[in-house]
T-cell receptor, first 113, second 117 residues
Framework: DAGVTQSPTHLIKTRGQQVTLRCSPKSGHDTVSWYQQALGQGPQFIFQYYEEEERQRGNFPDRFSGHQFPNYSSELNVNALLLGDSALYLC????????????FGEGSWLTVV | AQKVTQAQTEISVVEKEDVTLDCVYETRDTTYYLFWYKQPPSGELVFLIRRNSFDEQNEISGRYSWNFQKSTSSFNFTITASQVVDSAVYFCALSARSSGSARQLTFGSGTQLTVLP
């Protein structure tokens, strides 16, 4: 049973560029959430997708956007990258949308230079 | 608003010692869930336990045990006879209805546990 998978695992981008991160949820899960974890801090909620729509959003600017596909996989897009966007981006999946057990992937390490 | 506080930033113990990680939470909801996750250097958050606000029974799973006390808004985690492989960052997290319809987690800042051989 595959868990939550994310790609790429590591990437380096230049300030001002755009980045797309991908996530495949755990088998049987239809809800995907994204979190940002800065170095030395706990993860912070970005947004959640269910039925291909954004259900809820945390305190993040519009530069952060996402998408969910019919197969439940998801993308996180960040435009106009800032140095402060350097972080570990974690994808989490659950079922149902308010499923009480939430599983995380290994994350995508983004460095903005 | 929800808040989770993990006052211990770093803890270092010698192998086979017992260690307790503290977690204090704040929420106005009467229905909520508390979680503990382990994060090894690879980055993945490994789910350890979930408790709901109506179940104050303490739980033991192997060398792990959890003490949930609503009266003090605490959900502490104890590792008995620690091992080097327990070295990781441990996060306490809270999920409550008032945070929205989504099962959004609010995390503490984490406790770095180092177990020395």
């Amino acid at each position: 049973d595959a868990g939550v998978t994310q790609s790429p695992t590591h990437l380096i981008k230049t300030r001002g560029q755009q980045v797309t991160l991908r996530c495949s949820p755990k088998s049987g899960h239809d809800t995907v959430s994204w979190y940002q974890q800065a170095l030395g801090q706990g993860p912070q909620f970005i947004f959640q997708y269910y039925e291909e729509e954004e259900r809820q959003r945390g305190n993040f600017p519009d530069r952060f956007s996402g998408h969910q596909f019919p197969n439940y996989s998801s993308e996180l897009n960040v435009n106009a990258l800032l140095l402060g966007d350097s972080a570990l981006y974690l994808c989490a999946s659950s079922f149902p949308p308010d499923g009480n057990t939430i599983y995380f992937g290994e994350g995508s390490w983004l460095t903005v230079v | 608003a929800q808040k989770v506080t993990q006052a211990q930033t770093e803890i270092s113990v010698v192998e086979k010692e017992d260690v307790t990680l503290d977690c204090v939470y704040e929420t106005r909801d009467t229905t909520y869930y508390l979680f503990w996750y382990k994060q090894p250097p690879s980055g993945e958050l490994v789910f350890l336990i979930r408790r709901n606000s109506f179940d104050e029974q303490n739980e033991i799973s192997g060398r792990y045990s959890w003490n949930f006390q609503k009266s003090t808004s605490s959900f502490n985690f104890t590792i008995t006879a620690s091992q080097v492989v327990d070295s990781a960052v441990y996060f306490c997290a809270l999920s409550a209805r008032s945070s929205g319809s989504a099962r959004q987690l609010t995390f503490g800042s984490g406790t770095q546990l180092t177990v020395l051989p």
